[in-house]
Structure formats: structure tokens, C-alpha cells
């Protein structure tokens, strides 16, 4: 149980362009999502934290209107680069968190590595 | 400042040897402290999770434990096996019920045959 889904695994893009990266929570609900980047050899950096139907919370030096995150519904939370550029070329891993019996334990996607060209 | 430190240089053991790496934190008051695996190119995996209240948690050829006067955990691996080679990260929560965690920068364990 508790399996985290994301969609693409991988993305190349050119400058300038919008990508979408997909998070779903396959067999649970996840009430809390949390969107991380991870550049070569360095640990996770939280983004944001979003919560169903309520605007996400984003950490300080995160641009939200260039990192735009959905948490439409209780298995999906979208994060959308807009306007890309190569210096956010990084691994984008989503996590969730929901009504299970170690609700402090965040339940990892695969990850989408972005590159824009 | 706050900070949370594992040894950054890879940890390499001979087969069946006990790996243990250290986790680090200042300038935090966590609750728990969790455990992850994450393989090249993969989301982390959640191993164990230990609470403020517990010394040592165990799980299978797994052991942490958590020293919060120390401000430390220590996560074991005994019998270790080339599989286990990974890196391994710790994460503490950043603060009470928002359910974020701050994760160190990982240690890469190298188990020979």
C-alpha cells in the first residue's frame, strides 16, 4: 500500500515553454502533498506544501508564480514550471501524507527529471 | 542556525559487516526522526521512524537510535548485503503538525562482496 505515482518520468523542454508534472496518491488519500527538487548529489529541498483544496504553502525563495501547484482533489496535486529555463533543469519528486496509520511517514513518487534546453 | 548533518563522504564495508551512519542536528526540537532510502534516479523510501520518547527502534537487520541530548541518531545496518548499497537519508520534522521534514544531505553506502 501507500503508492505514489507521478507522471512524466522524464521531460525535456525548451526555454521558455510550461511543463506539468503529475502527482498521484494510487491507494490512499493524501491530504497533504509536498513537491521537493533535488539537484545532483545534493539532498531534497522542499518547495511547497499543499493541501487539498486550499492553496499551497511555499518555502521561502520558492517563486509560486513560477512554480504553480494544484492539489485538486485528494489523489492529485499537479506542480507546473512555467516559463522554464535551464537553470530549473532538476529532479522534481512529489510526496504525500494521508489518513494511514503513520501519518508523520511522506510516501515518495518516483520522480520527474526536468531538463530544459 | 538550524542545520541537520550526515557524513557526506561514502561509507564503504565489507559484506555481512554492521554499517552505521550518523545523523546530526542543531538547533531543532524534533519530535521524530525518520529514516529513507533512495536509490540513483528515485524517490526516497521510507524505512524507520523513531519518536523524541524512544531510544532504539529496530526493524528486521535494521536499528536506529535517537540520543536527542546528544541531538543525534545512529542507523545500523548489520549483515549488510551489496543490495543495501544506496544512500541513505535522515529527515526530522521541521516543526509540529505540518507535517514537513528537512532531510541532510544523504550518506552513500557501498557494500562489497
Known amino acids: 500500500g501507500a503508492v505514489v505515482s507521478q507522471h512524466p518520468s522524464w521531460v525535456i523542454c525548451k526555454s521558455g515553454t510550461s511543463v506539468k508534472i503529475e502527482c498521484r496518491s494510487l491507494?490512499?488519500?493524501?491530504?497533504?502533498m509536498f513537491w521537493y527538487r533535488q539537484f545532483p548529489k545534493q539532498s531534497l529541498m522542499l518547495m511547497a506544501t499543499?493541501?487539498?483544496?486550499?492553496?499551497?504553502?511555499?518555502e521561502q525563495g520558492v517563486e509560486k508564480d513560477k512554480f504553480l501547484i494544484n492539489h485538486a482533489s485528494l489523489t492529485l496535486s499537479t506542480l507546473t514550471v512555467t516559463s522554464a529555463h535551464p537553470e530549473d533543469s532538476s529532479f522534481y519528486i512529489c510526496?504525500?501524507?494521508?489518513?494511514?496509520?503513520?501519518?508523520?511517514?511522506?510516501?515518495f513518487g518516483p520522480g520527474t527529471r526536468l531538463l530544459v534546453l | 542556525s538550524q542545520k541537520i548533518e550526515q557524513n557526506s563522504e561514502a561509507l564503504n564495508i565489507q559484506e555481512g559487516k554492521t554499517a552505521t551512519l550518523t545523523c546530526n542536528y542543531t538547533?531543532?526540537?524534533?519530535?521524530?526522526l525518520q529514516w529513507y532510502r533512495q536509490d540513483p534516479g528515485r524517490g526516497p523510501v521510507f524505512l524507520l521512524l523513531?519518536?523524541?520518547?524512544?531510544k532504539e527502534k529496530r526493524k528486521e537487520r535494521l536499528k536506529v537510535t535517537f540520543d536527542t541530548t546528544l541531538k543525534q541518531s545512529l542507523f545500523h545496518i548489520t549483515a549488510s548485503q551489496p543490495a543495501d548499497s544506496a544512500t541513505y537519508l535522515c529527515?526530522?520534522?521541521?516543526?509540529?503538525?505540518?507535517?514537513?521534514?528537512?532531510f541532510g544531505q544523504g550518506t552513500t553506502l557501498q557494500v562489497k562482496p
Open positions: 510526496s504525500a501524507s494521508g489518513v494511514l496509520a503513520r501519518e508523520e511517514t511522506q510516501y
Open positions: 538547533n531543532y526540537s524534533p519530535a521524530y
Open positions: 529527515a526530522l520534522d521541521a516543526s509540529s503538525n505540518t507535517g514537513k521534514l528537512i
Open positions: 491507494d490512499f488519500q493524501a491530504t497533504t
Open positions: 523513531i519518536r523524541e520518547n524512544e
Open positions: 499543499s493541501n487539498e483544496g486550499s492553496k499551497a504553502t511555499y
